[in-house]
Every structure is written in C-alpha cells, then in structure tokens.
C-alpha cells in the first residue's frame, strides 16, 4: 500500500529559533530520497519534522491526508521508522532484545511476543544478515554491525517508511557501502520509502533516485538526481567548484562529484 | 526462529531470582526469630498458631512481625523507585530522594516533632504529604511540555538546598528538643507497628503492578527519546507517570522508614550486575534484593549492640560508601 | 522467570494484607484496678494504683523515684545518676540508652507501668505499649514546680507519700530559706550560656536552670530576646546583643563533665573580641556551674542547685 507523507508550508524552529520558514515536499510513491545541504541548513531538522518528532511552529505534516501529529502515535510507527544520528542503548541489551522493540508499535500492554512478531523479526534479522548474532550484546559488536541491529529493529516495525539520519557517519568505506547496499536492497524488495540525510555526496547521488538540497532553511531544489546534482547547484550549495563525472560500474552510470582546491567565498 | 528460545541469560536469571526468593523468605524467618529476648522456635511457632496473652505473643506478633515487614516492604518500594528513576533520568545516580522526597519528607516530619509533640502519631503522614507536596513542586519546576530530566534533577535539588535549611532553622532553634528527631532522620524501624504496615501495604502493591506494567516503556525510554517515539510510545506521558509512581512509592516509604538513604541508590545497581539493564527482570530483582538486604541490615543493626538499637540507615551508609568506591573503580577500569 | 518473582512478591504483600486483616491481637485483661491521670504530654492514661513493676527510661525520672522509695525492674543505659542511685541500680536489667529505647526488653520485662519523657522518641513507644496494654507516662522535668509536683505524684505511686512529703519539705525549706535571706536584693541581670560542641545558646526561663534563676529574682537577659513562640528553652547566642546587654554575670554550663572540654569551651568564649570587654568579664563574674546540678536535671538536688545560684548571685548573704 502506498503511503504519502507531505509537508505544507511547515516552519520549523526551536524555541524561538526559526531553522526553516517555510517548507513543500510531497512524498508520494516508494522511493529513495536523500536530502543534502551545508551544516546547519536545516537537513535534521526536516527529518525529524517529518518523522513526527519535531511539532512545526505553523503548517502541518500530513501522513495519508491526516495530520501526523493528530494520529495516534502506534499508528504512525506501524507506518513509519525513524533511525536518529546518534543512538544509544544499555551496554549490555542483546540484539534479541533491540530488534523485539520494533514489535512494540504492535503489542498491547501486556501482550507476549507471538510467532508473527518471530516471524517479523527474523524476515528483518535475515535482511541485515545479522541473524547468527542474535544473542550477542550489542557492545561487543563492531560499529557496522550495531548499526546493522539497529537497523533491524527499525524493520522489525514493518515500515512502509525509512527514515535515516546520517545513518553511514561513524562506519568506515566498508561498511558504508554495505549498509548502502542494505538500504537499496530493501527499497527493492520491499518497496519502502527511504528518506535519508547524508553527508556523503557522492553516497547520496548514487544510491538515491531522488534529492531535495536544502539551504539556508529553504527548499533549493527538488527533482531526479540527475537534474539537482550540478555543478551549478554543488557551487550555490556548498561554495566549492565541483567535476561531475559518470561512472560506470556494475552494469549502470552513477554521478560522482569531485571537488577542486579552491573555496569560493560564500556569498552573504 | 527456533533457535531463538533459548536465550543463554535464562538460566542465570531463574537462578538469581529463585536464590532470591529463598533468601529473602530466609531473611524474614531470622528476622522474627532474632532480638534483643530470646525465644526458642517453639515459642515463635505457638504464637501462631496457639496465640496466648502472653509477653511472646505481644513481642513477636506486634514488634517483631510487622517490623520485619514494614523493613520488607520499605525495600521492595525504594528499590522500586531507585529503578525507575534511573531508568527514566537515565542518571545511575538517581535516588528517590532527588524528586524531593526526602526533604520534603524531613521537614514535616521534624516540624511535627518539635513543634507539635503531642501529635506524633501524626508523623508518618504528614511526612508523606510533605515528600508529596516537594515532589510536586519539583515536577511543576521542571515542567517544558513534559518532565525534562535535567531539570527534575536541577530542581530536585534546588528544593532539597531550600528545605534543608528550614530543617536547620529548627534545629537552631529548637537545639533542646533536636535530639528527639534524630532517630527518625537517620532512618530505621525501631518501633514500628502494624499501623505502619497499613500505610505501606497498598502503595507497595501499587508499586508492583506498576513496575510488571512499565517495564516496557521504562525499556524503551533507554533507546532515547527519538527512538521511543519512533516506536509509538508517548515518552512525555510514560514519563510522567512513571515519575509519579516513583514519588509515591518513594514517599511511602519515606513516611514508614525515616530518610533511609542509599537503599534507592544502590540495589538497583546490585540487581543491574546480577541481571542486566533489561528491566523486565531488573525491577523484580532489585524488589527483592532491597527488601532481603534491608531486612537483613536491620536485624543485624538491633542485635549486634543490643540493647541498643542502631538506626539501621547508619548502617547503610557504612555499607553504601564501599559501594561507591568499587563502582569507581569499575568505571575506571572501562 | 520475573514472573515468578513478581507473583511471589504478590504474595508477600497478600501475606501482610492476611496479617493485617486476620484481626488485630487478642486484647489484654488487665486484673489491677486503675485510675486515670495526665502526664505532661497532656493524655489521659489508666495507671494502676501501685504499680509494682516499673521501668523508667531516663535518669532524672529514675532518680526521683527512688528518692521516694520506687523500685524499679528496668532502668535506661545512662551515667548521668547520683552515685547512691547508680548502686542501687547496678544489678537492675537495662532496656537501652534513653533517645533509643529497645521496646522488646522492655515488654520482655512485663511492665505494668512505664515512665518516660516527652519527646518523640518515647511517644514511638506508645502504639505498642498501647497493644500490649502497658500503660506509660512522658513526664516532663522543665521546672522547679514539676519536680515538687512529679515528686508528691510518685510518693503516689510508691505507696510512700510520707517520704515523697520529705524529700519536698527538704526542697521547699531550702528554697524559702533562701528567698528570704535574698528578698531586698538587687536582681542582677544574668545571662546563662549553654555550650555544647557545635553550637552556643542562652537559656531563656523556659528552661530549667532558667526558671531557677527566675525564682532566685535574678533578670535573664535572654528572655528579651525571646519574643518569638514562647516555646523556646534556648536561643541561639548573639556576642553582640550580650556585649549590648552588657549583664553583671555570666553562668556558664557545658554538656560534658570533662574538664578539658571544659577548659576549651572557656578559651573559645574568651577568644572572641567583644568578650574582654563584658563587665561580668572584668568583675570576674564569669562562674562555670557544676555539671551534676546544672548540665543534668538536679532532680532531688534542686535545692542544692538553688545554693548554688544564690551563692554566686548574692555572695554577701550566703557568706553569713
């Protein structure tokens, strides 16, 4: 089933802090979004708008039509999964455990773990491949793999929506890609809507379909990869001369940027 | 998922809890069946089931039963409360008496005994409006669109500064009549009744069917915020009441016990060590371990110098510091 | 397994709840005939009319009652007793120090009447004693008149009233003597320090050794300070206001009988700058009162105390 999450004319801000005055997007089929932006832009802060985290100080999110903070909050986790920058649980929780909490949106009060909820968590366990890790503590695995759990708990709850924020920060190239791979694969198989904020660039380009590019707390472009990654947008962006290549490799052509020496001054 | 069954923490965990078990019933049995006059079992045993009007029956029914219990019960609601708040502040050192509780708990109380002697009897509840009253200041103080933890910590300690000194004013001014308030402040059992054991008894009972509801949230509010929201909880509302019903076990016990320090503090970090964070079994674990350790400590406290009696919150506090020093050690060694 | 232990501590709650509900103990028969009186806490208490096992928890209750002829079967844990009362005693069992009395001694000792003080630690003994149906009295010892008074009640008590009539005789002759020999004098304006280790205070004639000084005629400067509840025996002690006062005498009274404690608590007064400068100071009216009398409630020894007092207030007469 296909779910739209939209924002109409959000402004978002903390306390009297205004980080985006005003905002549009509309999400309404199963894609693979990253939204990029200099620090500061506002990239989080849209995530966690749309994720139902943040109330917007006038507009609305609407999940389905409905406004998503009128919904109530078990439904809107069934929809949709959230995976913040920095997560942190109790050393010695195993990943049993973690992935178990996705189910939550699902169990009542006092409700058991039954064999859908097994069958659930071992479909997610099985597409991050950490199924032989199942009781190990989370502390005792590597940054990759901790992520990798996380992940799965975030698919445990049988989202139709993934929300990643910088989810490759604290990874190195290896692991990066895997995750990236990850995402896509689960893009495929299941048709789930990814939204991500990424740093990486060139991550962004290739493993997305779509890119909105924040600035300033604006919305500066929105569309195909191809058309909002250029040069032109790169340099009003980020204030750096960019190449942009294509690159084949494996069986299709990613766009890759790569930055020159000189910074442009950024203009006022 | 067949493997999954067996989660190699089970058997360590039935083993603590049954060893628990066991130790606490122990705990009781030597509690009615020590003090300061000695009784044979058989003895203890008629007083039960062949109840006399004799000096036997008035001791081991009316001091020394409803003692241990008001002692069990006492452990199980601080540990209880320890838990929560730990686990809702994310701060290992979160105690009850953060919230306020104590101080709100000291100041009626000793308010009571120094202005109004005659009405002692009042002191239990009065103690228990107060540390509710603190309690509520504290929370109304840290209240931004919910309980911020930061704050309740800030608070809660703002109003324990401010009510300390009103206990110090009375006691400058009130120096002759100090003496009589000191007992209560260093915490134990001495005297207590079955009246106590009726004050304590259902908020006990609400603590347990608190903590078997909570667990999950309580769980969950360790992922964080975000992620606790992302998995549908309303974190604002889980939070309230959780610290809530930490406030009114902790004034309960407040109210029966005196201000008995570090119970709230450190079982739950001995259950943590025994049964890990999940606190599906940490809340019942701590329960139990705080009422056999404070059961426990007060027998000892009214035996080991008989016919005095050490406030058993003295005790604690000698046991408490070691404590303390060996969870330094171990977060240094991490 | 957690629901094991929450099931079982289930049970120990519907184990107390089963406790507590089962009924409350079997009631007491009392055979003695009884009578009501009040004690100083104000309560209304059914005693009998001689008791004939009593246990006192503190030493100037202890002191009074045997100075009337009482014995006793149980007796506090304390030093502070006349050396004639401290043999008497010796071989009696104690129930613990006064502030913390071990309630399982002392109904082990089937009292039929217990006395106490008022004070919060012996008001936590009355809803046991009250289901063990042993009376207790809290009497206070604030004043002169209550010693006279809690002497004739436990001449009472004893069945001795004769030798309760002289102890009191003893007391009240001394007084009067004294009141006579000092009618026409001069009061002297007084302040009484009380010094204890961490802090130091006036007696207001709230107090004991206050309301003697009250009767001896003497003017307690602390009682203009004491404007507040009434309630207080002592306020703590401002250098300024008694430099301000400026009193022709200054009592000093410690907590402790040891004379280096004693000695320090001296040299700390006397270091302090407005010190040097008091009259009383200068007259060399500085007098340190005895521990036994002053520090301790004198009990029978009030008219000792009162001697005392006299002699330091108007040395020329007590000299005859």
Redesign the interface.
């Known amino acids: 089933m296909n779910h739209t999450i939209e924002a109409q004319s959000i402004t978002l801000g903390y306390g009297s802090k205004v980080i985006i005055p005003k905002m549009d997007i509309v999400i309404d089929k199963p894609e693979i979004i990253s939204i990029i932006g200099p620090n500061g832009s506002g990239k989080s802060t849209l995530l966690?708008a749309l994720?139902?985290?943040l109330i917007p100080l006038s507009g609305c999110v609407l999940l389905d039509g409905r406004d998503i903070h009128t919904l109530?909050?078990?439904?809107?986790?069934?929809i949709?999964?959230?995976?913040?920058q920095?997560?942190?649980?109790?050393g010695?929780?195993?990943v049993?455990?973690?992935v178990a909490?996705?189910r939550?949106?699902y169990k009542k009060?006092?409700e058991k773990l039954d064999s859908d909820d097994?069958?659930c968590?071992?479909a997610a366990?099985k597409a991050t491949g950490i199924r032989q890790m199942?009781?190990r503590r989370l502390d005792s695995l590597s940054g990759g793999e901790r992520q990798r759990a996380w992940l799965a708990m975030?698919l445990a709850?049988e989202p139709r929506l993934l929300l990643l924020d910088e989810p490759t920060t604290y990874l190195d190239i290896h692991h990066q890609l895997e995750l990236m791979k990850l995402v896509c694969k689960l893009h495929q198989d299941m048709q789930i809507t990814v939204i991500m904020v990424l740093h990486d660039l060139n991550h962004a380009a290739r493993f997305s379909q779509r890119m909105i590019a924040v600035k300033d707390g604006l919305l500066f472009a929105d569309g195909p990869v191809e058309e909002v990654f250029t040069v032109e947008n790169l340099r009003a962006l980020y204030g750096v001369e960019t190449t942009i290549m294509t690159i084949e490799q494996g069986g299709s052509s990613h766009l890759v940027c790569f930055p020159h020496d000189s910074c442009l001054k950024q203009k006022a | 998922?067949r493997?999954?069954a067996i989660?190699?923490?089970?058997t360590w965990?039935?083993g603590i809890?049954?060893t628990?078990?066991v130790a606490?019933v122990a705990a009781l049995l030597w509690g009615i069946r020590v003090?300061?006059?000695p009784f044979s079992a058989y003895d203890i045993w008629n007083v039960f089931i062949a109840?006399?009007?004799n000096?036997a029956?008035?001791?081991i029914?009316?001091?020394?039963?409803p003692r241990v219990?008001v002692g069990?019960?006492t452990g199980?609601n601080l540990a209880l409360a320890g838990c929560i708040l730990q686990g809702v502040l994310r701060n290992p050192l979160a105690d009850p008496g953060i919230i306020g509780v104590s101080a709100g708990a000291g100041l009626a109380a000793m308010s009571v005994?120094i202005?109004w002697?005659?009405l002692?009897?009042l002191?239990p509840a009065a103690a228990f409006i107060g540390a509710l009253l603190a309690a509520g200041i504290v929370f109304l103080l840290s209240w931004d669109r919910g309980i911020q933890p930061l704050r309740l910590i800030l608070a809660g300690v703002a109003l324990a500064a401010f009510f300390g000194g009103g206990m110090s004013a009375l006691m400058?001014?009130?120096?002759?009549?100090v003496?009589?308030?000191?007992?209560?402040m260093a915490g134990g059992f001495?005297?207590r009744?079955?009246?106590h054991?009726?004050m304590i008894?259902p908020y006990?009972?609400i603590g347990?069917l608190g903590?078997?509801?909570s667990y999950?949230y309580l769980?969950?509010l360790?992922?964080?915020d975000?992620?606790a929201?992302?998995?549908?909880?309303?974190v604002e509302k889980a939070r309230f009441f959780l610290v809530v019903l930490a406030a009114l076990l902790a004034a309960s016990a407040v109210s029966v016990a005196g201000l008995l320090g570090f119970v709230g503090l450190i079982i739950p970090h001995i259950a943590r060590m025994l049964v890990?964070?999940?606190f599906?079994?940490l809340?019942?674990?701590a329960?139990?371990l705080g009422?056999t350790i404070v059961v426990a400590a007060d027998t000892v406290a009214?035996t080991i110098f008989?016919?005095?009696?050490v406030p058993v919150g003295i005790f604690m506090a000698f046991l408490g510091a070691p404590f303390f020093i060996y969870l330094l050690r171990k977060g240094m060694q991490r | 397994?957690?629901r094991?232990?929450?099931g079982?501590?289930?049970l120990?709650?519907a184990v107390?709840?089963f406790?507590?509900f089962r009924g409350?103990?079997?009631?007491?028969?009392n055979q003695s005939t009884r009578y009501s009186v009040t004690d100083s806490?104000?309560r209304r208490v059914e005693i009998p009319h001689l008791p004939q096992r009593v246990i006192v928890l503190n030493a100037s209750n202890l002191e009074l009652f045997y100075a009337v002829g009482g014995k006793v079967v149980g007796r506090p844990?304390t030093e502070a007793l006349p050396q004639a009362v401290k043999d008497a005693v010796q071989q009696i069992p104690?129930?613990?120090?006064t502030?913390?009395p071990?309630?399982?001694?002392i109904?082990?000792l089937?009292p039929d009447l217990i006395l106490g003080v008022?004070?919060?630690?012996h008001?936590?003994?009355?809803?046991?004693l009250d289901?063990?149906g042993i009376p207790i009295l809290l009497q206070s010892l604030d004043n002169y008149q209550q010693i006279i008074d809690t002497l004739r009640f436990y001449g009472e008590l004893t069945g001795k009233p004769d030798q309760a009539d002289v102890q009191i005789n003893q007391i009240q002759s001394r007084y009067e003597d004294i009141m006579n020999h000092n009618k026409d004098r001069v009061a002297p304006k007084v302040v009484v320090v009380w010094g204890?280790p961490e802090?130091f205070?006036m007696a207001t004639s709230r107090?004991f050794s206050g309301d003697l000084l009250k009767r001896l005629g003497a003017v307690n400067i602390a009682d203009q300070g004491d404007d507040?509840?009434g309630?207080?025996?002592?306020?703590?002690l401002s250098m300024e206001y008694v430099a301000k006062q400026n009193p022709d005498m200054i009592f000093l009274i410690t907590h402790s009988s040891d004379e280096k404690i004693n000695e320090k608590f001296r040299n700390e007064l006397a270091n302090h700058p407005a010190w040097r400068g008091l009259k009383a100071v200068e007259s060399n009216q500085v007098h340190h009162l005895p521990y036994r009398l002053f520090a301790v409630n004198p009990g029978t020894q009030v008219g000792e105390a009162l001697t005392v007092l006299a002699g330091f207030l108007y040395p020329e007469v007590t000299k005859q």
């Open positions: 966690k994720s139902r985290l109530p909050p078990r439904e809107v986790a069934k949709m999964a959230i995976l913040p920095t997560v942190h649980a109790p010695d929780m195993t049993y455990d973690l909490y996705g939550m949106p009060m006092f097994q069958e968590m071992a366990l199942l009781h975030a709850q | 998922m493997e999954v989660d190699p923490r089970g965990r039935t809890s049954i628990g078990l606490l003090g300061a006059v109840p006399a009007s000096e029956y008035q001791i029914y009316n001091i020394r039963v219990l069990a019960l199980i005994m202005l002697p005659g002692m009897a002191v400058v001014f009130h120096s002759d009549k003496q009589g308030t000191v007992n209560w001495q005297g009744s079955w009246n054991v009726q008894l006990s009972l347990v903590a078997m509801l999950r769980n969950a360790q992922l964080g975000e992620v929201k992302g998995l549908g909880i309303r890990g964070s999940d599906e079994y809340m019942p674990c329960a139990v009422a009214r008989s016919p005095v009696e | 397994m957690n094991i232990t929450s079982i501590i289930v120990l709650l107390s709840g406790f507590l409350q103990s079997e009631p007491v028969v806490a104000g844990t104690t129930v613990g120090i502030p913390n071990n309630i399982e001694q109904i082990g089937k008022n004070m919060p630690f008001h936590n003994l009355i809803p046991v289901k063990a204890s802090s205070n107090s507040g509840g309630q207080m025996g002592y306020v703590p």
